[in-house]
C-alpha cells in the first residue's frame, strides 16, 4: 500500500503578501517560491522544507469566503498555542472557540477573506 503525506494546499487569497506574513509569523515558516502562476496571477509559497501552504491571487476581486464553501478549514501545529494567539491578535484577526480536548488545546479564527483556520498544540500548557 503506497504512503504519503500533505505537501501543500493552494489557497485563492486578496493579498498573498499579507497571509504570508502571519503564516510566517504564526508558525515559523519561511518562503520558498514566490512568482507568476501559471493560470495567471500570483503565487507565494509559504512553509518548511516538507509542505507548505500556496498563497494565490489573480487579477480579480477576490470575494470573501462563506464558512465550509467549500473548504471547512486548514489546521496548523504550533509549539506554543498562546504565542499564536498573541499573532493572530496582532493582526487584527479575532481567535474564537477555543478548546481545550484530547488531543490538544485549540482555537480558529478567519482571516481576511473569510478561510477559517484552526490551531491546535499538542504540547502542556506551561
Known amino acids: 500500500m503506497p504512503t504519503g503525506f500533505l505537501e501543500h494546499a493552494n489557497v ?3 493579498d498573498p503578501d499579507r497571509l504570508a506574513n502571519l503564516l510566517k509569523a504564526l508558525c515559523g515558516w519561511h518562503e520558498r517560491w514566490r512568482g507568476p502562476s501559471q493560470l495567471g496571477g500570483w503565487t507565494i ?3 518548511n522544507a516538507r509542505d507548505y501552504l500556496a498563497v494565490y491571487t489573480h487579477d480579480e ?3 470573501r469566503h462563506s464558512k465550509g464553501q ?6 496548523l501545529v504550533v509549539d506554543d498555542l498562546d504565542a499564536a494567539e ?4 496582532q493582526a487584527g484577526l479575532i481567535p474564537f ?3 481545550d480536548y484530547e488531543p490538544g488545546r485549540r482555537f480558529y479564527f478567519f ?3 473569510g478561510i477559517e483556520f484552526e490551531i491546535v ?3 502542556e500548557p506551561a
Open 111 to 113: 482571516d481576511w477573506d
Open 70 to 75: 467549500p473548504l471547512n478549514h486548514i489546521g
Open 45 to 47: 509559497h509559504v512553509g
Open 121 to 123: 498544540s499538542y504540547a
Open 97 to 99: 472557540n477555543h478548546a
Open 61 to 63: 476581486p477576490v470575494p
Open 12 to 14: 485563492t487569497v486578496s
Open 86 to 89: 498573541e499573532v493572530v491578535t
